[in-house]
């Protein structure tokens, strides 16, 4: 184990052998595959202190060989010296094998507003019927995302994916903390996912009714310009609250199709539903 502190930046800078959290000694403890949290031997717990890190104490871990970085927050500190364990995910995400030297260094994260997220799998769509309750029970055990992450949770015996896209506020470390902010969710399709092709259809710039030509609505002269149709019509963007552990709060905000316009206003049934194409978009419009 090889360590260093530099008394300008108080930062823990540690090189460990990293393994996976399923050969820590003791009772099998497979919870621990499906969060963002390391175990650290009790020496680095004892240099976080004299180093006076504050809470909440994030890592930031790299492996140097193959120039792979995450981001973690720290659950306890029972690790053998020399070794840090971590979840199976964050293993294949750095590229690690087990027993390979892993740099850990204590850091500071801006609190996260936004994130992208894209499952990795149209089962998380077709298997979950409440994502809100289960996506938030998921990521209590996590303290940061990184971009490039592809995380796992266990839920009804099933392993579900989730990568992801993009964080804000936007840093070079392309990272965040998820502890005690707000933050604004987008789900991009899931993998796998294909929207069925639709025939065209024609349009018409107007029709006659009783011999009398009528306006299309939105057009010049129509019923819609002249009660300020553009103004009362229903928003294209659906969105809900989703309140969370007192860790954090998530907003779910989603960007709906246009044709879900006159679901939203009580008109009609979209095309789909039933099919893969409408369960997406009710799944979507759950939020």
């Known amino acids: 184990m090889v360590s260093s502190y530099h008394s300008r930046n108080r930062r823990l800078d540690e090189l460990l052998c990293c393994y996976p959290v399923v050969m820590m000694p003791g009772a099998e403890r497979a919870e621990l595959n499906y969060g963002g949290k390391v175990i650290m031997p009790p020496s680095a717990l004892e240099k976080l ?3 006076h890190i504050a809470y909440p104490m994030l890592f930031e871990l790299r492996n140097r060989s193959k120039n792979k970085v995450t981001h ?3 659950l306890e500190f029972i690790a ?3 070794r840090v364990y971590l979840p199976h995910w964050m293993m294949q995400t750095l590229l690690l094998e087990p027993g390979e030297l892993l740099q850990i260094k204590s850091t500071d994260l801006p609190a996260g507003t936004f994130i992208k997220l894209r499952p990795q799998s149209v ?3 077709t298997s979950i019927t409440d994502p809100k309750a289960v996506l938030e029970n998921a990521l209590r055990t996590f303290s940061a995302l990184t971009v490039g992450d592809v995380f796992s949770f266990f839920y009804n015996d099933e392993v579900f994916e989730i990568a992801v896209l993009e964080v804000k506020p936007e840093t070079k470390m392309n ?3 998820t502890i005690e902010t707000d933050i604004s ?3 991009a399709p899931p993998v796998g996912y294909v929207e ?3 025939p065209p259809q024609l349009s018409r710039s107007g029709s006659v009714v009783g011999g009398r030509h009528v306006t299309p609505l939105g057009e010049t002269g129509s019923m819609a310009k002249s009660i300020n149709y553009a ?3 229903p928003s294209s963007t659906a969105s809900g609250v989703l309140c969370l552990s007192y860790l954090f709060i998530f907003s779910f905000r989603f960007s709906s199709w246009v044709r879900w316009e006159a679901v939203l206003a009580g008109r009609s049934r979209p095309a789909g539903i039933g099919t893969m194409e409408g369960m997406w978009l009710a799944w979507r419009m759950f939020f």
Do not use: H, K, N, Q
């Open 72 to 74: 973690a927050g720290v």
């Open 175 to 177: 990272a965040i903390t």
């Open 196 to 198: 069925p092709s639709r």
């Open 231 to 233: 103004a009362i019509a």
């Open 80 to 82: 053998e010296e020399g």
């Open 185 to 187: 969710v987008d789900f």
């Open 49 to 51: 202190s004299r180093l």
């Open 123 to 125: 089962a998380f769509i």
